[in-house]
């Protein structure tokens, strides 16, 4: 069977090719596509749009999504982070996670804070996580997030940090390709903060 099947990378300047067995899967930059010809047709069809059940690639083997960090953040650097948010509400905070000499050290680094903005006053190393607080409003990535947030790194929102119990929102970035996580996979849960 799998000596029908083959795969095609699209890369820039490439043409389709008709498939060497069968029929073949495509890898291209606007997804994976199933492709096949035979003496009276061609057809190229996207995965997204063929029966979940089907959907699946011949021939490659599974695998699942996953994160892995060396350890979760402890409970007490979320609840720092809540306590901080609180003090300076209406203004947004800012925090990084460092990892370093094996533990996870929460910092705040120097900034300038607005009600709806904040932002580092110096570049800094590498930062596996960072956070910052929204006030009184939702956990929700605003379109400055979006611009400002594209390494490899897990990013958060602290959000309504005025009620009893604050809404977090974690997403991770692969180089600006945005995945949201609960948050308990990054950080050790506290009864102050639900998945927002
Ligand atoms: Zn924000």
């Known amino acids: 069977m799998n000596n029908l099947v083959t795969y095609q990378l699209m890369k820039p300047g490439r043409a389709l090719m008709a498939p060497i ?11 994976t596509f199933i492709h096949a ?5 061609e057809v190229t069809a996207p995965l997204s749009i063929i029966r979940e059940k089907e959907r699946m690639v011949r021939g490659l083997r599974s695998i699942q999504p996953s994160i892995k960090l060396p350890k979760r953040v402890p409970a007490i ?25 094996g533990q ?12 709806v903005m904040v932002k580092p006053l110096e570049d800094s190393q590498y930062i596996p996580i960072e956070v910052h607080s929204h006030n ?9 997030d979006n611009r400002d947030e594209n390494g490899l790194r897990i990013y958060g929102v602290l ?19 945005y995945s949201v996580l609960p948050y308990e996979l990054v950080f050790e849960p506290i009864a102050e903060v639900k998945n927002g």
């Open 159 to 177: 959000g309504r940090v005025d009620r009893r119990v604050v809404d977090f929102r974690l997403r991770v970035s692969i180089y600006g390709h």
């Open 21 to 31: 067995g069968l029929y073949d899967y495509v890898f291209a930059a606007n997804g």
């Open 136 to 144: 009184s409003m939702p956990a929700i990535f605003s379109s400055t």
């Open 37 to 41: 010809k035979n003496e009276i047709f």
């Open 104 to 115: 996870w050290e929460l910092d705040v680094p120097p900034q300038k804070a607005w009600q």
């Open 77 to 101: 650097e979320l609840q720092r982070m809540v306590d901080m948010s609180r003090l300076s509400f209406p203004n947004e905070i800012l925090f990084y996670l460092k990892w370093i000499n």
